[in-house]
């Protein structure tokens, strides 16, 4: 395996645009400003990879990639599509790594694309569950919310996590957020106003809850010799893994051990340990998420991730800063973008690139991505080490 | 009456819908003895394909957790659902009734019974039953 490195980076804003820019234009936007950091051109790019769903609102999802990609003259070459849900663009990452780190190519553009606004709330609830076991989960309207509000449950039950904890990631993530010109939700929130936010799934109300946005990101990848040609801090990557579920009968609704392997293997493939981690994006769709996330990438023990947030120690320049731009709670959350736009952050933080929310001195960072939920499990796990 | 359909074939043992105390069936595996429900053809612990019986499922469980949906994809709100855990061993993804206001009475742990109930309705107004948990009556 060859090593490999990020050499650019770039993403639209995140927010609702239930008209312009649609998919095309949000992909080209992406495409253009990661191919410009990389200083490279469209005759460089060997082979595109491409995340998005697309199950909801009719968007555009087959050739959405190759649409997109075309607009900054990426054509000709392969351009495969990857859908994992929530995870499809981190998988799509993960993919073009393989590829070059196999010898195959040398530099590989990758994109996470995704077009949401537009449809009742309902609906895009009633589309997600194309992410569930649609015959029984789907059909008894088991809602995403849900799943995370019965895992909320279930840890505040086994472990004392209160919603005064879990309401401090929002507020955390949403003042990340006011420093991150890309972010959807760029406001601050109060604790009172978390807590009393309406309803979604019980306990988790709207407040604990990611925005349903539109947006991209892309990134060139290439290889070690390659990078050095075209970029003056060329960042590597230390570890790309991912796992599937494995639905068990009997349920550990508390853990994701779907996280726990992934990270373990990213953890031996990179040589680090958790504590050597300065930041993490993690895939913080609801509050309780993030807790759980950061259980299971080890930062923290089982039980303590809701008196970590409570103590301040996940904020940026704490013990580790987690989701430091803003996180799927208020940066947004494009679903097939996401895994693409955590690498971004990534990236320019260990460039030391990323302004007011920059983490100082960080040396190593890590992207969490999950997509796809049945019986209590997650259907993806991408976990992505990054160093400088 | 209105017209009525299950929403998959074969989950409810035949006439127990009909009685009022239904049973759910599910699969046994002839071989290691794992139980799936619903019922399948393949048992991957032992990779062997129609080597399963049939098996009645307890009708009480434990609740193992829940949620309440305030906003969702059915035509109604609020709904609860959540995981129930077998003696078997096994657990079952469902909604539960008879247990409003929900907030104030489901709990984690809480002994509960199966029961059936409409769950959606089909655009020409069949109603569509399947499976529900019910908190069991003292006494």
Redesign the interface.
């Known amino acids: 395996m060859r090593d490999v490195y990020v050499i650019g980076v770039g993403m639209t804003k995140f927010g609702n645009f239930p008209i312009r820019p649609g998919v095309k234009e949000m992909g080209e936007e992406a495409c253009f400003k990661a191919m410009k950091d990389a200083n490279v051109y469209p005759k460089d790019v060997e082979a595109g990879y491409c995340g998005v769903v697309a199950g909801a609102g009719g968007a555009q999802g087959p050739l959405a990639g190759n649409l997109a990609m075309k607009q900054v003259g990426v054509a000709g070459v392969p351009i495969t599509r990857c859908e994992n849900g929530c995870a499809s663009s981190s998988t799509a990452f993960r993919e073009a790594w393989i590829s070059v780190a196999a010898g195959l190519y040398d530099v590989v553009l990758v994109l996470g694309i995704e077009k949401m606004t537009g449809l009742p709330?309902?609906?895009m609830?009633?589309a997600m569950?194309q992410g569930s076991d649609l015959?029984?989960?789907?059909?008894?309207?088991?809602?995403f919310?849900?799943?995370f509000?019965?895992?909320?449950?279930?840890h505040m039950?086994e472990y004392g996590t209160t919603r005064e904890q879990m309401a401090m990631v929002s507020v955390k993530n949403h003042h990340n957020a006011t420093m991150n010109p890309h972010a959807h939700y760029p406001k601050e929130v109060s604790l009172e106003k978390v807590l009393n936010s309406?309803?979604?799934?019980?306990p988790?109300g709207l407040l604990d809850c990611c925005p349903i946005s539109d947006g991209a990101a892309a990134a060139v990848i290439a290889s070690k010799d390659v990078a050095k040609k075209f970029a003056d801090t060329p960042i590597k990557i230390l570890a790309a893994t991912q796992k599937s579920g494995t639905f068990l009968?009997?349920?550990n609704?508390t853990t994701f051990d779907i996280t726990v392997r992934a990270a373990k293997e990213a953890y031996r493939m990179a040589k680090v340990e958790p504590k050597d981690i300065d930041l993490a994006e993690v895939h913080d769709c609801f509050t309780i998420a993030e807790i759980l996330h950061n259980e299971d990438l080890g930062f923290f023990k089982k039980g303590e991730g809701g008196k970590a947030v409570e103590e301040g120690e996940t904020q940026i320049n704490a013990k580790v800063s987690i989701n430091p731009s803003g996180g799927l709670l208020a940066k947004g959350h494009p679903v097939g973008a996401t895994g693409v736009a955590q690498i971004c952050e990534l990236v320019w933080q260990l460039r030391g690139e990323a302004g007011t929310r920059q983490v100082d001195g960080a040396e190593i960072g890590l992207a969490h991505c999950m997509g796809n939920f049945s019986?209590?499990d997650g259907g993806t796990c991408n976990v992505t080490i990054l160093g400088r | 009456m209105g017209k009525k359909r299950i929403?998959?074939e074969g989950i409810f043992k035949e006439g127990s819908l009909e009685s009022g105390n239904p049973i759910l069936v599910g699969s046994k595996c002839k071989s290691c003895g794992?139980?799936?429900f619903?019922k399948k053809r393949v048992c991957p612990k032992c990779m062997t394909i129609d080597e399963m019986g049939e098996v009645e499922l307890s009708r009480r469980g434990k609740i193992?957790?829940?949620?309440?949906?305030?906003?969702?994809?059915?035509e109604y709100a609020p709904?609860a659902?959540?995981?129930v855990?077998l003696p078997e061993?096994?657990?079952i993804?469902?909604?539960f009734t008879d247990c409003e206001p929900?907030?104030k009475k489901l709990k984690?742990?809480m002994e509960v019974e199966l029961t059936s109930g409409k769950?959606?309705t089909d655009e020409d107004g069949t109603e569509?039953i399947?499976w529900k948990f019910r908190p069991v009556k003292e006494g």
Not at chain 1, 149 to 154: D, E, H, K, P
Not at chain 1, 198 to 202: D, E, L, Q, S, V
Not at chain 2, 64 to 74: C, D, F, K
């Open positions: 709330t309902r609906e609830l009633k569950t015959e029984i989960e789907g059909f008894m309207g088991m809602t919310p849900g799943v509000g019965m895992i909320a449950n279930r039950k309406p309803m979604i799934a019980y988790l009968e009997k349920l609704i019986h209590g | 929403f998959k794992q139980i799936y619903p193992y957790s829940y949620t309440i949906a305030h906003v969702g994809p059915l709904y659902f959540g995981f855990e061993g096994i657990s993804f469902t909604h929900f907030e984690i742990d769950i959606t569509v399947g």
